[in-house]
């Protein structure tokens, strides 16, 4: 994976691809998922979508090539994990990049912040956005015993 500095745009990713982010399944105000009462269901936490580590990455699946591969949505996440999606549009829409990161899976890519210098208030606020806008693949036990 190139340092930081050297991350760029994939372009020739399209905005119509769908992104998968796997989410651990902790629950609760310092979890990864919690029940939103205004919406009355389940949903991402800004935690879930935090652009961090090293290298200020965070781990997306490429849905067309995992599928591609013959693969699910259920050969992506590992145990004690959920799904859930956005579109490169939807990522790009927020000034974040996208690139391929074949080292971890064929269909794995990072989204980066192509704005480093972004404020914590307004990272917080992405973060929520982008665990507002994001829909569920594979949703937390919680929904499925609800249906």
Known sequence: MPFYSEYVDNTTI???EILWRRIPL????NGMYKYDNSRE?????SAAFRLSGVDSAMSVFIESIVRA??????DIILDNQVLSSLTV???RSHELGIFKDENVDSAHANVFDTKPDRSRTAQKRLR???ALISLWVIPPPE???ES
């Open 14 to 16: 399209s905005n119509e």
């Open 26 to 29: 902790i629950k609760g105000k």
């Open 41 to 45: 269901t389940w949903r991402p936490t």
């Open 69 to 74: 591969s013959n693969r699910g949505p259920e």
């Open 89 to 91: 549009k939807q990522i």
């Open 128 to 130: 929520k956005e982008l």
């Open 143 to 145: 929904m499925k015993s």
